[in-house]
């Protein structure tokens, strides 16, 4: 399903999802909704762990009641939780879509005339290191992280909060 603007007949996915209100359809939210959608959900899921199961765990570990066992056992569900919701849904599946989307929102842009190319170009730059940053606790480097996507996440999400910054300044300023 395309979109139709002054130029002619419907092009699927041109300008959709960068805000243009000529080309946006408000009943289709363009490319990457969903990969944005799912992004903060996953991301969400591995953050509401921490106001909901661990400070119960902190006081179970910390009440002198508590059982050398029962000790354990917090431990353990602690790097349970930690590592399925921290690391598997939290960063690995959230850095996954984030890039997903970011790819898709840099295409769009380069398939957009209402911004200059460089947006969309920078986009495509940041997408993948997000999708390297997904692979830190997989496979042989699942004990201890991989360095080289543990080292580029920081720098991918500062470069990532710029570009969405000046991407929202430059759709304020052709609004």
Avoid: C
Avoid at 105 to 113: H, N, P
Avoid at 118 to 133: D, N, Q, S, T, Y
């Amino acid at each position: 399903m395309g979109v139709r603007d002054e130029r002619g007949p419907a092009r699927p996915g041109r300008g959709a999802g960068v805000g243009h209100p000529g080309r946006h359809r408000p009943d289709h939210p363009g490319p990457g909704h969903r990969h944005r959608l799912l992004a903060a959900l996953v991301q969400f899921l591995g953050l509401v762990r921490w106001p909901f199961a661990v400070p119960h765990l902190a006081r179970l570990a910390g009440d002198p009641a508590t059982t050398p066992a029962t000790r354990d056992a917090v431990e353990v569900a602690f790097q349970t939780l930690n590592r399925y919701l921290g690391v598997a849904v939290g960063e690995h599946l959230g850095y996954l879509f984030t890039g997903l989307w970011t790819a898709l929102a840099g295409v769009a842009l380069l398939q957009s005339d209402l911004l200059q190319p460089l947006f969309g170009v920078v986009g495509l730059v940041l997408a993948p290191l997000f999708v390297l940053g997904s692979l830190e606790f997989v496979g042989p480097f699942e004990p201890r992280g991989w360095k080289l996507a543990g080292t580029l996440v920081p720098f991918a999400y500062i470069g990532w909060s710029i570009w969405l910054l000046a991407l929202g300044i430059g759709l304020l300023i052709t609004a």
